[in-house]
Structure formats: structure tokens, C-alpha cells
């Protein structure tokens, strides 16, 4: 699996919301995983999706945040805990819309995803004091970095610690793709997870059954003779 980069940004704020929109279509669209069921975490007044349900097929959108901001909400402060009580196989779309480290929340997720699954993190990178960035133990540990190291928290450790979250292994789940913008100081990941059989392998949908179905189907036509219509037809 390797993370595409669409394009670096310069700006300094977490409010792209046509970059956030786009990388939301892109990945959808590709896999053909329409029509949704949307998991919105941190979903604030729910400006993302305000907008893409207007242009995608979403059966259903499920919004989560501490504070409540719009009808149907969830009200609820969303940590580890949470995520493990949640049913993740009624939603094949989650997005993870928080400002800081979102690892935390990837790593219960990842393991529960039972279907093709498209998965979108918001990565803050918000600096303290003398321009470091805050390094938590979930990424220190997904360095193979003790604990209570003090480490510096440059852009580029940062970085590389996001990597080495991605690409944990899972026995169950993993990235089949992703695509990332980055900003100066926030980066927007799309993912698309999908689950592993007990080989490792990536299990196939009924979906993806059913296009392979198809295919067949077609190509098997297409051998077939050409005929004529017959004269019950000449009129039609």
C-alpha cells in the first residue's frame, strides 16, 4: 500500500472544505461504494456532508460529536471506548474529521472493518511553543520510541510517525488505497480499507462478485455466432 500525494498546500487552516470534498467523491466514486452509510465522527454542524448528500447516494448518515450541532446527532465524546461499542459493519463510509492526532481512533477502527470500507482522517499539526508539534504515546509507540522519550516534534518525525501508522499490520483489514493532501499545518487522508480473509487475502464483495459475473457473461456472448433476426421480427 503506498499513500498518493494529490498536492501540497501552504495555507494554515482546517477549513478546506472543497479539498475535504474532493478527496471524499475521488474515493467513493473509484470504489463504486454508493449507495452510503455514513459514520460522521467529529461531525461539528456537519458542513462536509452537508453538501455530499446532495451529490451522492447516501442511504444513510449518522452524525457523533460531544456538542450538539444538528439534528440527528449522536451526543456523545468519541474516544477508544466508544469506537469499540459501536456496530462499524452498518457503515461502509466513516470519516474521522477531528483536529490533532487521530490514531488513536484509526487503530480501533481498522480492526473492525468487515466490508469494503472508505475510511477519511483529518491529521492536525498544530505547533506549541517554539514550533513543536505534540508527539503522543500511540505514535511514539508506533515508532518503536519509548515512552517517556522526549522527542523533538518536527514536522518531518511527524510525518513519518503518521507512516508508520498506516502502515501497521492488521491480520484482519487493511489499506488497498489512499490518496493525502497536505497543508502547512493539517493533512487530509483518504483510505479505503477493505477485510482480509484468514490467507491474508482481500475478500471479495458481492459486488465485485457480481461485476466478475458480468464480465463473464459478456465475454461469453461475444463468442457466440451472429444471427439474423427472422421474419416474425422484419416488422419490429
Not at 3 to 21: F, G, P, V, Y
Not at 76 to 85: D, E, F, L, M, N
Request: positive net charge.
Amino acid at each position: 500500500m503506498s499513500i498518493q500525494k494529490i498536492r501540497n498546500k501552504h495555507k494554515t487552516d482546517n477549513r478546506s472544505l472543497a479539498d475535504k470534498q474532493e478527496l471524499r467523491r475521488r474515493v467513493i466514486q473509484e470504489a463504486q461504494l454508493e449507495p452510503l452509510r455514513v459514520l460522521d465522527l467529529f461531525a461539528g454542524e456537519g458542513q462536509v456532508w452537508n453538501s455530499l448528500r446532495k451529490q451522492l447516494n447516501v442511504q444513510s448518515y449518522t452524525p457523533v460529536d460531544k456538542d450538539a450541532r444538528q439534528e440527528g446527532q449522536i451526543r456523545i465524546k468519541i474516544t477508544p471506548r466508544v469506537i469499540q461499542a459501536l456496530d462499524l459493519t452498518r457503515y461502509n463510509c466513516i470519516d474521522v474529521d477531528t483536529y490533532g492526532e487521530p490514531w488513536t481512533i484509526w487503530s480501533e477502527i481498522l480492526p473492525r472493518i468487515q466490508q469494503k470500507t472508505a475510511v477519511f482522517l483529518t491529521r492536525g499539526k498544530v505547533t506549541y511553543g517554539a514550533g513543536k508539534i505534540q508527539i503522543s504515546k500511540q505514535m511514539k509507540r508506533a515508532m518503536g520510541i519509548p515512552d517517556d522519550w522526549n522527542i523533538p516534534g518536527k514536522v518531518e518525525l511527524v510525518e513519518y510517525g503518521d507512516q508508520c501508522e498506516l502502515m501497521q499490520e492488521c491480520s484482519t483489514a487493511k489499506i488497498t488505497t489512499g490518496y493525502v493532501i497536505r497543508w502547512l499545518r493539517v493533512d487530509y487522508y483518504a483510505l479505503l480499507v477493505e477485510p482480509l480473509d484468514e490467507f491474508g487475502s482481500v475478500v471479495e464483495s458481492s459486488v465485485n462478485l457480481l461485476n466478475r459475473k458480468r464480465t463473464i457473461t459478456l465475454e461469453d456472448e461475444k463468442q457466440q455466432p451472429a444471427t439474423l433476426p427472422g421474419p416474425e421480427c422484419a416488422g419490429n
